[in-house]
């Protein structure tokens, strides 16, 4: 399968916690060509502030491989990931991470920080950027836009 076909399958993670309430990001972690973790944010359903949809991911795939090297892996997530997420990332030793949109207020791997590939660092990770990036964007988009339609309502 193709990067973008992860991706969908990534995205409709993404509509799940949106389902929920959550804010609506949906990781998958790919080896071998097969998905071993999946997850969407689930911080506010939890409630836990680590419930992000790739740290859910990552803890699901160590689980199913029973290791927490990651090395021969790619995760795929919607939106780029905070720096806690990116931390996880590299300590898990993801090899490739594919992300949608960017993140401009929070991004921990290419916006704001550059941790994922940081040469401090002992693993790098390799960073694909901008796979289905309209439709990751507008998902987000569309989420906001109908949560503070709700809230206007409300103050009415």
Not at 25 to 30: C, Q
Not at 122 to 142: P, T
Request: hydrophobic share 45%.
């Amino acid at each position: 399968m193709s990067d973008e076909q992860f991706m969908r399958q990534a995205l409709a993670l993404a509509d799940r916690a949106a389902a929920v309430g959550e804010i609506p990001i949906g990781a998958i972690v790919v080896c071998d060509g097969k998905v071993v973790g999946s997850g969407y944010n689930l911080r506010e359903s939890i409630p836990d502030a680590t419930a992000h949809a790739e740290m859910i991911a990552l803890r699901e795939a160590c689980k199913n491989l029973q290791r927490w090297r990651l090395s021969d892996c790619t995760l795929y997530v919607t939106i780029e990931p905070c720096p806690m997420c990116a931390g996880a990332i590299v300590n898990s030793r993801i090899k490739r991470l594919v992300y949608g949109a960017a993140d401009s207020k929070a991004g921990g791997v290419e916006s704001i920080f550059r941790i994922a590939d940081h040469d401090a660092l002992n693993h790098q990770v390799e960073i694909r950027a901008g796979v289905l990036e309209d439709e990751c964007r507008q998902k987000m988009k569309d989420f906001f836009r109908a949560r503070r339609a709700a809230k206007s309502a409300d103050a009415k």
